[in-house]
């Protein structure tokens, strides 16, 4: 069985000017980053009717896979081939996991996006900007607080970190500014890795280099010590920012192993952020395609509010349909079965652990969004356990449609694209977000607690009320919020599989994103800077005797 | 008078892929970076006879500024201009300090390369990628202690720390590993700015893909209980560090403001390490053209010193002739002249400032380098302070050739350029590095501090000479030595201008660069995290009303 960066090397890709013809964008639009990628200025585009959105999602992720981003590229694979000019628009792969455990962020088989290496390391620069800009930003509050400080910051309520995109545990807490006289006032800090900065996320929630400026310009770093906030416009910070970002907000086109348009932009965590493509590249690939597959982090309890409650709500997007993926494997684990015996039929687990794409499926359609399930088949599994996913989407009243991409590519994935278009076609959806603007914070955590995740309340402490109340009387009561939750289970106990009841969602900590523009509600423990485990992929990665890159996929 | 930014957006750049058409390179060769860059592996160059390397170096720096990046653009262009095909092969510059007080480094006036904002800010990406292999070996050495230290690291004698491209002393020391068990053991550590890396010189001295994992896979990064050396091999992060950087480590391609070939590819401090472009575009430019016009760091003292020694000594280059850039205003400064007085003529001055220019020229002939003397011109210079200068070359056996490249770009160096055309075609030259590979690492230094900054002596700490000696026992004696003096004068005292003598260099710590091949001398104050100043640059650069970039420059 060849490996993925086998399959990607054994590919022929499309000069990526014949990409971006197929889309109509001519070389006067592109601007190339070598031969296999470029980036364009969405400002250029033709305003026409946009596609049709089609959000990919997924059950609450195991340890066995779901192959949520190998799904996305086999759909507009699929849907390409029957006729239909899909765009792909997906998250840019963070460089710094790359050398720690998981692979790139390319998809699988023969559903990847190409060039493999390229987009995994360093891809077009877009994530250094980002760690150029956030960087930029923090050196200019120490910077203030040395010669002067005139606009009082309290450097014990500094809250804006320092970024990476690496995997160092070393430096999730330090202290700075140590030394003496010259390196001034001492403090604690620390770093996170890049895609859990809030200039990620303002990059990706923007709408054009205007309002990104201006987002950045809303960010809040600090208070002073009669607690006001200090924003990146304070510290004039915010212009130098977007210059730094320039580039970083163009949209990158790259093309599926079958040489179809994919638009790679952006990439923010999923948990403390919300985990989408950025709006430009989902409304470029809307003006550019008829269709547009697009996807979001962890499963739809995460994702898909997220996606549905922050970027549609904020970019006035209308999605069409949503795509619920789902493997027999991850099912039977939801059901109770252990990852070592997840090669043995075990159709009864699949059945016990189908009230997870159960419930999937019901909160999707809270949104008023159709929703169809996507069998993403593995050789294991058996057509007694395929018909037992079939009943469940059955017993909801949709389809579950069995794919075979990562085999065989866009072929696989006819079926599935097929019936995407008929229900997109039979119409009939509604979206709208899941809250109101004008539902109070906490008001809106609870909806999302008890009306997606099913639980009987949430539990914030009093600081955390008292902390709501003051960004609400401050004018950032609007703001939707955005769930800092474990991705493993519809609870805050990732050991909770299926579809736990009974429980109560902590808030343990409250942020303000406003850049970004959302309240983030931290319900269990954040990591927003990974470690490398004990054997690196780095240690294993380097160029082979033929001169290619081994180890890393 | 237009500004250096007016003038670059001015100009009518030709497509990328006509200029590297000009030196012979195809569109195979070659991937384009956005319009105006591109890269290419020079592997693929064909072998042909070498072109002739031109130095392009200094007198020490004043505050009244010289001009040497500006001058080297002039005499490309020039060359060009009177039918000699010459390349350019220049340093790229540091990202951080565009955001503190100076402007780009890419020349000014008339004598520009471009595109010189994508140039200051990210150009392809080559500081961000030699960034992120040096911190994810940084990354691997906390990593490796955390599970285990089978290594058996002493924690207190890691010397290797962070970098980033950014002015901020709030990085310069630093307490890590901070928050408990699950971020490693705490220990001191620090950033410098990405220049400073050890990885930059590597890439730097680097032959080609080969050598550079090699050098990478030497450099020591830590010393265990018992000390021996731990390096990066040893950690076995050289192979995913080669990797990250694949594409930095081919040559970037622009253009003059002519539509001249420049190579711009590296640029490594001038202190604490050796201040040149990378070998291997020296290298292409030499296959590419019929002249190469190149340049050293700081004044000739330190940057044609350590071109001459470390570069041209590992590379196997010959340097066919060098340019020592001189200014009436600098010389002015070197003879006692407040920078407030510098429009004012004083032909005295210049005469008792010369004495600087003098010592260099005499110097660049100690390594058996035809030598002239560029007089780049400014607006406040009399005719008698410049034949003043003309006449300190005369009495050196050299020429002084008056120089208006910023005012009139290319055909205003061409004197320059015939001057130095004809010297090499008189031959004569016979380049040897000052000192030979076996003399001992001290007495290499005291050869340099007694030839070349004409010190009585210099003054070795015992810890130095101890450590010296075990670098010596441990098979290092072979490697040149790196100074790392201030530039502003030939002593260790900033303040002592002109040619002082009579003084001592002190050794007041050295370092081993076992990847880059050198050992550093720290002779003084080294600052390898510049800070930001009370106003920086960044407050001023944002996009104007136009869409263009105000305040970079």
Redesign the interface.
């Known amino acids: 069985m060849p490996t993925d960066i086998e399959i990607s090397r054994a590919a022929t890709l499309l000069p990526i000017a014949d990409v971006a013809a197929k889309i109509g964008l001519g070389a006067d639009a592109t ?5 296999d990628k470029a ?1 364009f200025d969405p400002a250029v585009l033709p305003p026409r009717d946009p596609g049709k959105l089609i959000l990919v999602t997924a059950i609450n992720p195991t340890p066995a896979g779901e192959g949520k981003t190998t799904t996305s590229v086999g759909l507009a694979d699929a849907l390409n081939r029957i006729g239909r000019k899909t765009v792909l628009a997906l998250r840019e792969p963070s ?1 710094g996991p790359c ?1 720690g455990t998981k692979g790139g962020a390319t998809g699988g088989g023969h559903a990847q996006v190409a060039p493999m290496v390229d987009i995994n ?2 891809f077009t ?1 877009d994530f ?2 980002i ?2 800009a956030h ?2 930003l ?3 509050i ?2 203030h607080v ?3 400080n005139a606009l009082d910051i309290d450097v014990r309520r500094v809250t804006w970190r ?1 970024v ?16 003496g006289v ?3 006032f001492p403090r ?1 800090s ?1 770093f996170d890795i890049t895609v859990a900065s809030e200039v990620m996320a303002v990059l990706c929630l923007a709408s054009d ?1 205007a309002d990104l ?1 201006e987002r950045l310009g809303r960010i809040i770093v600090a208070e002073t010590r009669d607690r006001r906030p200090v924003t990146a416009r304070d510290l ?5 920012m ?3 970002l ?2 970083a907000i163009k949209p990158n086109l790259v093309q599926t192993l079958e040489g179809n348009p994919a638009l790679l932009h952006g990439g923010p965590f999923a948990n403390i952020a919300h985990g989408c493509n950025s709006v430009i590249a989902t409304r470029a690939a809307l003006a550019l395609g008829d269709y547009v597959v697009t996807e979001a982090g962890f499963g739809a309890d995460l994702g898909a509010e997220k996606f549905f409650d922050i970027k549609c709500r904020q970019a006035g997007l209308t999605p069409a349909a949503a795509v619920i993926v789902a493997t027999v494997r991850a099912l039977k684990m939801n059901g109770g079965v252990a990852k070592a015996d997840l090669a043995r039929e075990d159709v009864a687990a699949v059945q016990r652990g189908g009230v997870n794409l159960a419930r999937h499926i019901e909160n999707v359609r809270q949104f008023g969004v159709p929703v169809l399930v996507a069998i993403n088949h593995f050789g294991t599994d058996s057509e007694a356990e395929i018909d037992a996913v079939r009943a469940i989407a059955a017993a909801h009243d949709t389809q579950a449609l069995l794919c075979r991409h990562w085999a065989d590519g866009g072929a696989g994935a006819v079926d599935l694209a097929e019936a995407v278009v008929a229900r997109i076609e039979r119409g009939g959806g509604d979206f709208r977000p899941l809250y109101a603007d004008d539902l109070p914070l906490l008001e809106k955590m609870r909806t999302i607690a008890t009306r997606i995740y099913r639980a009987d309340d949430v539990a914030a402490t009093p600081a955390v009320v008292a902390q709501l109340a003051r960004w609400e009387a401050a004018g950032f009561g609007h703001l939707p919020v955005c769930m800092a939750k474990t991705q493993y289970s519809f609870s805050a106990d990732p050991a909770l599989l299926g579809a736990p009841v009974g429980h109560v969602v902590p808030i343990r900590e409250v942020r303000l994103a406003a850049g970004a523009g959302f309240v983030v509600a931290i319900c269990g423990d954040l990591m927003t800077m990974p ?2 485990p ?1 054997v ?1 992929a ?6 082979g005797a033929d ?1 290619k ?1 081994e ?2 996929f």
């Open positions: 601007e190339p980053y070598g031969r980036k460089l050398f390391l360093h620069g250094h900007a760690t150029s960087n930029l923090a050196a200019m120490d910077n040395y010669w002067g320092r990476l995109d690496m995997n160092d545990r070393a430096l999730r807490a330090i202290t700075q500014s140590l030394g010259a390196n001034g604690e620390g280099a400026e004039k910070a915010d212009g130098a977007a210059v730094l320039a580039q470690g490398l004990r690196p780095a240690e294993a990665i380097r160029f001169g890159i180890g890393l």
